[in-house]
């Protein structure tokens, strides 16, 4: 009997040894798995306006463990383009942390100030089929056509000279305002909202020249495209945006 005492009491202490020793591995494991986030380059000093640069910019890899709620208030590493190549709020000190807090770059979120005098913003349905609404960022220029439109022609009986025979039968460019709710990049939305996405994708907002209470010939265009596809969704191509210098 004491025999069997003695091999179940041996059992236990490998099981509980085996239970510790899965444990402590866990918890040293634990450790090595992180989130990355942007600080200022040590030795590195911005001041308010200096343009930030990827020089400025360092690495730190924090364990999960401690993270916390660092994600809601600081840049992740992923996202470190959305804070480059942009004037800086306030001044830095190297070792500190970036967060959203300092909105790098402002969002803007008034429609009102996208536009000039001579513009009005005007909705734009697109086919969600082919749309990727994250290939496209406000400022870009894009044109619009009606892929029925492509094979039966106008339906109206006389095309507008503004849209074009052929597969070249294109209606603008126009500059992207918004797409559905986002009216900044995606690294930006992500930098100061924590998320890229935006609602509505399936909607842009494009600005239209209105002058003398009177659309120009590209305004027209596509509102006469529009009334064409009885509101259903256009689809869009972009056009060649030079890299700025």
């Known amino acids: 009997m004491k025999g069997l005492q003695g091999i179940v009491f041996a059992v236990a202490l490998a099981i509980l040894a085996a239970l510790c020793n899965w444990y402590y591995m866990y918890k040293q494991a634990s450790g090595y798995h992180t989130e990355s986030f942007v600080i200022i380059s040590p030795g590195v000093t911005l001041n308010s306006g200096d343009v930030i640069k990827?020089?400025?910019?360092?690495?730190?890899?924090?364990?999960?463990?401690?993270?916390?709620?660092?994600?809601?208030?600081?840049?992740?590493?992923?996202?470190k383009d959305a804070i480059q190549s942009v004037p800086a709020v306030r001044a830095y000190q190297g070792g500190e942390l970036f967060l959203r807090a300092d909105r790098v770059t402002r969002a803007r979120k008034d429609l009102g100030e996208k536009i000039?005098?001579?513009e009005v913003a005007f909705?734009?349905?697109?086919?969600?089929?082919?749309?990727?609404?994250?290939?496209?960022?406000?400022?870009?220029?894009?044109s619009f056509f009606v892929s029925e439109l492509l094979e039966s022609g106008d339906g109206t009986g006389g095309a507008s000279p503004n849209v074009a025979t052929g597969s070249d039968r294109l209606v603008g460019p126009f500059r992207i305002l918004a797409l559905g709710s986002r009216k900044s990049t995606l690294e930006v939305e992500r930098a100061n909202s924590g998320t890229g996405r935006s609602s509505r994708e399936d909607v842009i907002t494009?600005?239209?020249?209105?002058?003398?209470?009177?659309?120009?010939?590209?305004?027209?265009?596509?509102?006469?495209?529009?009334?064409?596809?009885?509101n259903r969704g256009v689809q869009v191509v972009k056009?060649?945006?030079p890299e700025e210098k």
């Not at 890899?61 to 840049?75: F, K, Q, S, Y």
């Not at 909705?123 to 894009?142: E, K, L, M, W």
């Not at 590209?218 to 509102?223: D, G, H, R, V």
């Open 239 to 241: 056009h060649y945006k």
């Open 116 to 118: 000039s005098a001579n």
């Open 123 to 142: 909705p734009v349905p697109v086919d969600s089929r082919t749309f990727v609404a994250d290939n496209y960022n406000p400022g870009d220029n894009v």
């Open 54 to 79: 990827s020089e400025h910019l360092a690495r730190v890899d924090v364990p999960l463990d401690h993270v916390g709620n660092l994600r809601e208030i600081a840049i992740l590493w992923k996202d």
């Open 206 to 230: 494009v600005g239209l020249v209105r002058k003398d209470n009177q659309f120009d010939a590209n305004a027209k265009a596509l509102i006469q495209l529009l009334r064409i596809s009885s």
